[in-house]
Structure formats: structure tokens, C-alpha cells
């Protein structure tokens, strides 16, 4: 099977991985996929390499395009856009593609036009709400309106001429069939590497140390952007300095870098700086040292739609034995409302944060569940799924 795959982002350089890394790499190694990768080169501020055991694979071929280096997205799209349609095109034309994946909304938008006009199966993975996530760019209002409005447009038209749509939730799939009710919508949640995280001993689990009895160490995995309520988790903190010494690592950096602006001005101000600590975006193979040496992990998401997904940071946490603080997002109640501890405001949170000093051993046997649950979310068993689906839609019976 030979497939085109057109990602939300850059995929040699962005820092954050995303999930596909993970799915197409699978999907190459075990069933012997052939993936071209469409790479918006010049995309971004970065332009290193830093997780290269996730973005090369024998099985896995980049598509290089003669583009301006930008590092506004949409400035990027818009003014290489007919790189990217050349790219895609000859891609279409002069290799054999099973069929396209997309992941994107305005390179979306060209591989729809080219894959229906070539009659190649198209498969649109629906990782986020795109709206909410293009209008983090802009600080404007009025710019994150237009933003907000014209990728909507443009997910639907995509959506609509989409042979399967997947989406990472239930909320998310509903919100497709609003827009095509004979949509054939498939719920394809984000999974973990099992191999990758688990639980350390003591000695394994050392980026920071040990820590005391007297200190309370939490973390955060991702990014740094406005659709995060961090302001409550360092009020939190700043609160019980009094009586408590919370320390929080901040593991991943920013898309639009105004809300991690903010926020380091926050913790400025309030001269939380020992107690707070800006990692930056990290080698993802240091990810579980970090979760492993604190005592408890975060998810501080906004009640959005676009957050109505399972994120990757629950099942890696859980899978590291970690206790789980996290805002009642619709999707992470369902999914794991069993695992982790919930909180709507910084004094809810506030409150678990003394329990895990008085009451921890208590608190971690919540996770100790988490295993066999576990086990249907490695992304062994989710890109087996995700396969099948582009199977079902290259056959022509992806509403099956």
C-alpha cells in the first residue's frame, strides 16, 4: 500500500511530535506501508531535527518543496501555495498512491481538489478542531475571528469531499456528521508507547532528583498555548507557598508564543520563579524521565472544543503510575474518569494538591488500574485500527 500523507504541521522539524509520527511509522513497519510525506520546508522556527527515531523510516519518504521560509503558518501556506500543489501534484501523477491521508486544512484543501480529480480514495484524519487551533497565531481578536472563520469553511469543505473522516473523539465525530450527516466518521483515539512509558524505579526516574516529603513536584507535557488554563495551576501554587513547596515543570514551548509570554510574565510577577521552570520543547525520548520524577501530572485544558479530545499527556502519565490532575474535559471523563482526579477551578485544585500531601499512597492506587486499560490504547493496537480504515476506504466500503 502506498500512501501520501499530508500533515498538520512540519514534519521533520516541528518540536512536538504529533501523533502520526507514531501511526505511519507503524503502519510502515508492520504491514510494510510505503508513506510519502508532503514536508513544508522553511515552515517554523525551528530547524533542526530533534526526535529523528520518529521522523525517519526506511518505510517513510519525505516530498520536499521549493518554499519560502516562513514561520507564520497561514503567511506560509498562502504564499507557497502553488509549491505545495506542484508538490502534491507530482506526487499524485507520478507514483502510485493507494490512497491520500490529510491532516491539514489549506494543503487540505489542494490534496481534496487533486485526489477527487485523479479518483484516489481520500481519508481525512480530524486530529483537532483546526479553527480554534489556526486563531493561536494571531493575537488580534479580529484576526482570530477571520482565522477561526475561514479554516471552519475550509474543514468542512474538506469533510465533505472526504471518502472517511477519522477523528480522535466522540464530540469531534458528531461535529462531522453535523457537517455531512453520510459521512463515514471512525473514532481513532491517541494512544501511548507502552515501551516507552512506564513506570521507573526510583533510580530510573531522576531528571530532577528525588524528591522531599516537603515538596510537592508536578509537571506539565505540551503545548504552551491559549487553550490552557495554566493561570489557575500558578495561582494554585502561589497560594499554598505558605504552607506547601510546589514545584512545576513546564515541559514544551509555544505555538503563537504570546500565551507562554504571558504567562512567564505571571510567574514574574508573582516571583514564583524558583517554583516554576520553562523547559521548553524537549527530545521526546526525554519526556518519561520528566513525568517520572515528579509526584504528580497535569492537563489544565479550557472546557473547549477543540479540546474535547483524549490527549496524548493522560496515557502517558498514567502509564508512568503517575497521580492525574486534570480539568473535566468531556472526552478525558469518559475515557478515563476512573484514573484521574478532577478539578473545575484553583480551589478544587488547591484541594488535591493537599491531599497528595496528606493522603498520596491513597491517591496513587486510582492509577493502578490503568494497566489492562492501557493495553487498548498503545499505539500498536491504535495504528492497526487506523489501517484498517484506509483499507475499508480504498475498497470503497469506508461507511461499513
Known amino acids: 500500500m502506498q500512501l501520501l500523507f499530508v500533515p498538520p504541521n512540519n514534519w521533520m522539524t516541528h518540536p512536538n511530535p504529533m501523533r502520526h509520527h507514531f501511526l505511519f511509522g507503524r503502519l510502515a513497519e508492520n504491514h510494510g506501508c510505503k508513506v510519502y510525506v508532503i514536508n513544508y520546508d522553511g515552515l517554523g522556527n525551528s530547524t533542526s531535527v530533534i526526535n529523528p527515531e520518529l521522523v525517519f523510516h526506511d518505510g517513510i519518504q519525505m516530498i520536499h518543496q521549493h518554499s519560502l521560509p516562513i514561520t507564520d503558518p497561514a503567511l506560509y501556506y498562502i504564499l507557497n501555495s502553488k509549491n505545495t500543489w506542484d508538490a502534491i501534484r507530482h506526487t499524485l501523477e507520478q507514483l502510485h498512491i493507494d490512497a491520500v491521508v490529510n491532516s491539514n486544512i489549506v494543503p487540505g484543501v489542494m490534496a481534496s481538489i487533486l485526489a477527487k480529480r485523479m479518483k484516489i480514495p481520500l481519508v481525512y484524519d480530524c486530529a483537532e478542531y483546526y479553527p480554534e487551533s489556526a486563531s493561536a497565531y494571531f493575537k488580534s481578536r479580529s484576526l482570530k475571528l477571520l482565522a477561526q472563520n475561514v479554516v471552519k469553511e475550509a474543514m468542512k469543505y474538506v469533510i465533505r469531499r472526504s471518502d472517511a473522516v477519522i477523528t480522535v473523539s466522540d464530540s469531534h465525530a458528531r461535529l462531522v456528521k453535523d457537517v455531512d450527516p453520510g459521512s463515514a466518521v471512525h473514532v481513532v483515539p491517541n494512544g501511548v508507547d507502552l515501551r516507552l512509558f512506564r513506570q521507573f524505579s526510583t533510580s530510573q526516574s531522576s531528571v ?79 519526556v518519561p524521565s520528566y513525568v517520572a520524577s515528579a509526584d504528580a501530572a497535569l492537563s489544565p485544558y479550557k472546557i473547549l472544543l477543540k479540546n474535547d479530545v483524549s490527549p496524548l499527556k493522560i496515557p502517558e502519565y498514567l502509564a508512568c503510575g503517575k497521580i492525574v490532575l486534570s480539568t473535566p474535559v468531556p472526552e478525558i471523563t469518559r475515557r478515563f474518569g476512573d484514573l484521574v482526579y478532577f478539578y473545575d477551578s484553583t480551589e478544587g485544585l488547591s484541594h488535591l494538591l493537599r491531599r497528595i500531601f496528606s493522603d498520596r499512597a491513597l491517591m496513587e492506587k486510582r492509577t493502578q488500574g490503568a494497566k489492562d486499560i492501557l493495553e487498548g490504547y498503545s499505539w500498536d493496537t491504535i495504528a492497526e485500527r487506523y489501517y484498517q480504515i484506509i483499507r475499508l476506504a480504498i475498497s470503497g466500503s469506508a461507511k461499513v
Do not use: C
Not at 514551548?253 to 512567564?264: I, P
Open 208 to 286: 530532577h532528583g528525588v524528591s522531599s516529603t516537603r515538596e510537592l513536584r508536578l509537571v506539565y507535557v505540551g503545548s504552551v498555548d491559549e487553550w490552557l488554563d495554566m493561570e489557575s495551576v500558578i495561582r494554585a501554587i502561589k497560594n499554598l507557598s505558605g504552607e506547601l513547596r510546589i514545584v512545576l515543570t513546564i515541559v514544551g514551548g509555544s505555538h503563537g508564543e504570546f500565551y507562554l509570554s504571558h504567562l512567564m510574565s505571571l510567574v514574574k510577577s508573582w516571583k514564583l520563579e524558583e517554583q516554576v521552570r520553562f523547559m521548553g520543547f524537549v527530545p521526546y525520548h526525554l
